[in-house]
Every structure is written in C-alpha cells, then in structure tokens.
Nanobody, 126 residues
Framework: QVQLVESGGGLVQAGDSLRLSCAASGATLKTYAVGWFRQAPGKEREFVGT????????NYADSVKGRFTISRDNVKNTVYLQMNSLKPEDTAVYYC???????????????????WGQGTQVTVSS
C-alpha cells in the first residue's frame, strides 16, 4: 500500500499562493489517482480535487475551481496542489490520498481512497 507524505503548508496572507506536495514511499505513485481533501476546525473533511494516474484528467470542488490546480511528476513520484488567490476560508489541514487500486479514478468521495497522508496545515490570514 502506498504511503503518502504532504509538505508545503504554512501561513500566508489572503491573495498569496502556496504549493503543496504529496510524496509517495513504499510503492510507486505513478499508477494511482491522487485526491486532495481538507478539513477545517470543527468541520467535516471536504473534497478539494482529484487527478488521474496520468495527469490527463482532473476535477475540482466548485469552491476552488479556477484557483487550485493539481499536477503530478511521476518521475519524482510526487503530486502537487498549486493554490492561488488564497482566501481565509481555505484555512485547513490538507490531506492527499490514493485509492486502493491502480488506474482507478475516484471522484469526490473520501471513502474511495484507502491511503492517506498525515496532513499539512495551511493558514490564510486576512
């Protein structure tokens, strides 16, 4: 089972950009779709976006569409979440996740993902 580690979180101001990374160990990530989710204090975990194994397909939550972009470098075994025009409401712990099966392309349900990273905190000040 692939193991995931997020990095790149931090404290930024509204309007700034930030890029999160999701690195894999224990297995190659290049045949797995990767999803990004986030959880703010006192709220349920919510879907952010997903990219398929090749990077050719992606989908995003309406709240981040046009501002966030997921990309991947299968040589580096890493997936990225580029976040632009950040807003205070983007403040959350961000998680990356992978499904159990290679080539399976989940949409927005957390239950479709089997492997999760530990999360990285993103804080956007106004």
């Amino acid at each position: 089972q692939v193991q995931l580690v997020e990095s790149g979180g931090g404290l930024v101001q509204a309007g700034d950009s930030l890029r999160l990374s999701c690195a894999a160990s224990g297995a190659t990530l290049k045949t797995y779709a990767v999803g990004w989710f986030r959880q703010a204090p006192g709220k349920e975990r919510e879907f952010v976006g997903t990219v398929n194994w090749s990077g050719a397909m992606s989908n995003y939550a309406d709240s981040v569409k046009g501002r966030f972009t997921i990309s991947r470098d299968n040589v580096k075994n890493t997936v990225y979440l580029q976040m632009n025009s950040l807003k205070p409401e983007d403040t959350a712990v961000y998680y990356c996740a992978a499904p159990r099966s290679s080539y399976y392309y989940p949409r927005d349900r957390a239950t479709d993902f089997a492997s999760w990273g530990q999360g990285t905190q993103v804080t956007v000040s106004s």
